[in-house]
């Protein structure tokens, strides 16, 4: 019978992947928000420092320092670093002229100094503004800072006049409060907010895999209940289709005794094998019908064969057809219930039985091989149709004049569904061969 992934099961796996790419997620965005809020935050400070160190150094005519370095002691020089110093948060300037020497600093021992490759300095001298915040730095010219060492760094170019040439570099360490309070709440309402929104996402995708899980059960007990039905289904087809036969021939006997009366006697043997294989079909059907949890889920391949011989070899002798059989004494047992198994062999061999003539050959072969049972049902009469064969598996389809088309479908089909295949394909030199084959099931330990 067809199953289906345990709901509970696909709900664990789905909400732990889905509950993981939440997280993900959420801390990914927080992180790149929080990094973009400190970058426009910090730049955006530098930004306010650089229009006011420009507008000072406008005012006092700074720009002449930095192209003479020796009139760094003239008093609007001074005058100019001394607004510059009285910047809230400053811990340190460090004026620096093009060729990266510091000119003048509130550290009066790094006057002079050349230090090494610098980034950030010749960003600032390119044009452009630098903000970033430094912790426990190992460059050279933070040495000499001391500490705390956590700070914000500002490369501010100065231009000779608006948008004029640069001439320096006005490098600012300030520690502000405001901003880092700022920062620091903007960070906290940042993750706040992701782990708001990731729990929310998690609860809504848990409520959502709630109703799923619901309607996979649901739809489960429909798909069980179904397959359940369409197996009773299967097996009163298999069963009426094959009771047509025995019914046919007991009529037949009766037709004929009645048009030639006491002069053609009645074949009593004949009825009771007849009627002795309706009743077992029957009895069989009750069986599995009565108790499907009941129902055997191996069966032994080799009795199966023996009971197909025994009902089949009768009528072909009867027939004047020759009847072959070959299987050895050990065949396994396969995932199939035997009155199925035993309906599609009568299927298969009723219709090689009514495609040969007086003197044709049925013959009934059984073997395994890597796992696998392969039964052939071959005979020697008139072959497959030249149109249609595709159709041959296929419900209602029939080239029988009095053919209901059901047989070699619902053989098909209980072979699929343990998990196996049929196969109809001609025979040599003439004729149709059956292939059954079934993945056999390990030995019982019993």
Same mark, same amino acid.
């Given at each position: 019978m067809t199953t289906v992934g345990r709901p509970a099961a696909i709900t664990r796996w789905f909400m732990i992947a889905g509950s993981i790419g939440v997280a993900l997620f959420a801390i990914g965005m927080a992180w790149l928000l929080d990094a973009f809020?400190?970058?426009?935050?910090?730049?955006?400070?530098?930004?306010l420092s650089r229009d006011?160190?420009?507008?000072?150094?406008?005012?006092?005519?700074?720009?002449?320092?930095?192209?003479?370095?020796?009139?760094?002691?003239?008093?609007d020089f001074v005058e100019f670093l001394a607004h510059v110093a009285?910047?809230?948060?400053?811990?340190?300037?460090?004026?620096?002229?093009?060729?990266?020497?510091?000119?003048?600093? /509130?550290?009066?021992?790094?006057i002079g100094?050349?230090?090494?490759?610098?980034?950030?300095?010749?960003?600032?001298?390119?044009?452009?503004?630098?903000a970033n915040f430094d912790a426990e730095s190992d460059k050279s010219e933070h040495v000499m800072l001391? /500490?705390?060492?956590?700070?914000?760094?500002n490369y501010i170019p100065v231009h000779a006049a608006r948008n004029g040439p640069i001439v320096g570099v006005i490098e600012l360490y300030r520690r502000p409060v405001a901003l880092t309070q700022a920062l620091a709440e903007g960070q906290r309402r940042i993750w706040g907010a992701a782990l708001l929104g990731g729990s929310l996402l998690v609860l809504s995708l848990l409520w959502f895999v709630r109703?799923?899980?619901?309607?996979?059960?649901?739809?489960q007990r429909r798909l069980v209940d179904n397959e359940a039905l369409a197996m009773v289904g299967e097996l009163s087809a298999a069963v009426a289709h094959n009771i047509r036969n025995p019914l046919g021939s007991i009529r037949s006997a009766a037709e004929l005794t009645r048009e030639l009366g006491p002069t053609m006697p009645l074949d009593h043997e004949e009825v009771i094998r007849h009627v002795d294989r309706i009743e077992h079909l029957v009895r069989t059907l009750l069986t599995s019908a009565g108790d499907p949890t009941g129902r055997p889920h191996r069966c032994a391949v080799r009795p199966v064969l023996e009971a197909a011989r025994a009902r089949i070899a009768p009528d072909l002798a009867a027939q004047h057809k020759?009847?072959?059989?070959?299987?050895?004494?050990q065949l396994g047992e396969v995932a199939l219930d035997d009155i199925l198994l035993t309906q599609s062999l009568a299927s298969v061999l009723t219709n090689a039985a009514e495609a040969t003539r007086s003197g044709d050959q049925v013959s009934l072969r059984a073997s395994q091989a890597d796992g696998q049972l392969r039964i052939v049902v071959e005979d020697s009469g008139i072959g497959l149709p030249t149109t249609g064969r595709e159709q041959l598996l296929q419900p209602f389809f029939t080239t029988k004049p009095r053919g209901l088309g059901l047989g070699l479908p619902l053989a098909r089909r209980a072979m699929e569904r343990a998990?196996?295949?049929?196969?109809?394909?001609?025979?040599?030199?003439h004729g149709t061969r059956v292939v059954l084959s079934l993945p056999l099931l390990p030995a019982s330990p019993t």
């Open positions: 809020i400190e970058s426009r935050l910090l730049h955006r400070d530098a930004e006011f160190v420009q507008s000072v150094a406008d005012t006092q005519k700074a720009a002449e320092a930095f192209r003479h370095p020796e009139r760094a002691s003239d008093p009285a910047m809230p948060d400053v811990l340190r300037i460090n004026a620096y002229t093009t060729e990266q020497r510091v000119l003048w600093s /509130s550290s009066p021992e790094m100094q050349t230090f090494g490759h610098n980034d950030e300095l010749e960003e600032a001298l390119a044009g452009e503004v630098v001391g /500490s705390p060492r956590e700070f914000v760094e109703r799923i899980e619901r309607a996979l059960g649901e739809q020759q009847f072959s059989h070959d299987w050895p004494d998990g196996g295949s049929l196969r109809i394909e001609p025979a040599t030199p």
